[in-house]
C-alpha cells in the first residue's frame, strides 16, 4: 500500500482525522502540506510530520512525485476543485466531507 500523503487543508479536525489513521495504519507518512493559515501548517507539524514539505500553492502539492494519495479537507466550497486537481495529477484522493455543496 502506498502511503506517503499530501494534504490540502490542514485543520484541527484534518489533523486529528490523520493521527486516528496513522494509529490504526502506523507506516503512513504525511510528505507535504499546503494550507493558506500558518498555524494549521505549523498545528500539523507539531502532531504529524516534523519535516513536512509545506507547499506553496495545491498545485505545487498535486504535482510532486513523492505523493501517493491527497487528503482533501480544505473548505466544503473547493472540495470539488482541489479532489479533481489530485486525481488530474494522478494521484488517489481522500476527502474528508462533501465533494458538492
Partial sequence: MNKRIGVIGAGGRVTGILEIM???????HVVAV???A?????RLGERLAPEV???ASEA???GRTD???VFVGSP??????HAAM????????????PLAT
Fill in 22 to 28: 496513522r494509529r490504526l495504519e502506523p507506516e503512513i
Fill in 34 to 36: 499546503f494550507d493558506p
Fill in 38 to 42: 500558518p498555524e494549521s501548517v505549523m
Fill in 53 to 55: 514539505l509545506v507547499c
Fill in 60 to 62: 505545487e502539492l498535486c
Fill in 67 to 69: 505523493v501517493d494519495w
Fill in 76 to 81: 466544503n466550497a473547493c472540495h470539488v476543485s
Fill in 86 to 97: 489530485a486525481l488530474e495529477a494522478g494521484h488517489h484522493v481522500f476527502c474528508e466531507k
